[in-house]
């Protein structure tokens, strides 16, 4: 590997080990295996344009193996509540083996206040979540779900999914498994659907 990709590499074990704002220009350097700092600003211009391109790098490489996990649970014959509950768990199981990656991804919300880059890739990839999600739960090719369908089922699952990662990330001992997601949609359902 050349030093931009020791760089990257770096500063994705930085953010895994300690976080966004706890990394330092020092810290990158060392995990990159000796790098010089003064090569961060050559190859990536900052601290934080490094540290932004390896938490995408890092999120585009969950967002394939998460697709490719989610995928399998599309038309397998299966009830649609038992794919989704299957679904769930693979869901839940991602924020428990991939939890530094998910405490990143809520710290970058934070820095993309400053950097209207990041700002741009994580609402590219919230849309592109939204699309996928719903494709998913229709079991319909992701090239044909509307607009509509986009911004409807899947924004919905979009914010349960994340209201469900922040529970698993700040008290895992109480937040919902599979089945109790499962169970709250269900009890939502029927509270929207009896007009109370």
Request: aromatic residues 6%.
């Amino acid at each position: 590997m050349g030093n931009r990709e020791d760089l990257l590499a770096g500063a994705r074990r930085c953010l895994e080990e300690k976080g966004w704002a706890r990394t330092t220009v020092r810290d990158i350097a060392t995990a990159s295996g000796g790098v010089s700092m003064a090569a961060i600003g050559y190859h990536f211009g900052s601290r934080e344009a490094l540290l932004n391109a390896a938490l995408i790098e890092a999120i585009d490489d969950w967002g394939t193996r998460t697709g490719r996990t989610l995928t399998a649970f599309g038309g397998s014959g299966s009830a649609p509540a038992e794919r989704y509950e299957a679904m769930w768990a693979a869901i839940i199981t991602s924020f428990q083996d991939d939890r530094t990656l998910w405490l990143a991804t809520i710290e970058a919300l934070l820095q993309a206040e400053h950097s209207e880059d990041l700002r741009r890739y994580l609402a590219g990839g919230q849309a592109e979540g939204r699309r996928g999600l719903a494709a998913l739960l229709l079991d319909t090719p992701e090239d044909e779900i509307d607009d509509t369908a986009a911004r409807t089922l899947g924004a919905a699952q979009m914010a349960l999914f994340t209201g469900v990662m922040t529970q698993w990330l700040t008290d895992p001992g109480q937040a919902p498994d599979a089945s109790a997601v499962v169970a709250g949609v269900r009890a939502l359902t029927t509270l929207v659907d009896s007009g109370a």
